[in-house]
């Protein structure tokens, strides 16, 4: 069974201040994407990473996929409120299914 | 932006009752999922569909579980017989390629089932 946990589980932190969650496993996961969900809302997609090492980034958010392809984090620099939300990271294992990690809520105090 | 659909947002159903979801896919998408979420846990993986069959499912998706592509448009999710741990958020979700790396599974709004 493939297994993803999120660390931290929750993270308050001032506006301005820079972030890393954290999506770790045992397992190698053929790609893997990170989403964001609003309370009662569906998962919304941010970012898919494919390769081991491969770093991609959108705005303020950098995410980097590890050389293993086991682990991926997510760096937020000068965060702001609006980026207060659930961030869950999700990988592929070579077949259809995704599997969800535990989610890392966010709390950016303004 | 082509987004997927899903209907009702919210449906309050008795247990023993069958209850039938709704989604509306990307028009351009061949594949197509449902997920559950019970509330405050992980997003669960339900069963994969494609080409009119189930490509995969977990062992979640029990003989009281079942999945159709009607018409051209809609994909369902069909609960024979619900029960009380039923009760969750059901997402849809397509995506346009098997899922080989490079490509994305996009989700709908959700179903809210409560079975009271």
Not at chain 1, 1 to 30: A, D, M
Not at chain 1, 61 to 87: C, E, N, V
Not at chain 2, 54 to 71: G, Y
Request: aromatic content about 12%; glycine content about 8%; some cysteine.
């Amino acid at each position: 069974t493939q297994l993803l946990e999120q660390s931290p589980q929750f993270l308050s932190i001032q506006e301005g201040e820079n972030l890393t969650v954290y999506c770790n496993s045992s397992s190698v996961f053929s790609s893997l994407q990170w989403y964001r969900q609003e309370p009662g809302e569906g998962p919304v997609l941010l970012v898919t990473v494919v390769t081991g090492g491969e770093v991609k980034k959108l705005k303020r958010l950098t995410f980097q996929f590890g050389d293993a392809r086991k682990d991926s984090s997510l760096h937020i620099t000068a965060a702001q409120p609006g980026d207060t939300g659930l961030y869950l990271c999700a990988g592929a294992g070579g077949n259809e299914k995704l599997t969800f990690g535990t989610g890392t809520r966010l709390t950016i105090i303004p | 932006e082509p987004e997927v659909t899903q209907t009702p947002s919210h449906q309050v159903t008795q247990m023993g009752q069958e209850v039938i979801l709704r989604c509306v896919p990307i028009s351009n998408h061949l594949y197509f999922y449902w997920y559950r979420q019970i509330l405050g846990q992980k997003v669960e993986f339900l069963v994969s569909f494609y080409n009119n069959e189930i490509s995969e499912k977990s062992e979640i998706f029990d003989d009281q579980f079942s999945v159709e592509r009607p018409d051209g448009s809609n994909f369902t999710l069909k609960i024979r017989s619900t029960k009380l741990e039923d009760s969750a958020m059901y997402f849809c979700a397509s995506s346009r390629y098997l899922w080989t790396g490079d490509n994305e599974q996009f989700f709908g709004p959700g179903t809210r089932l409560t079975v009271l």
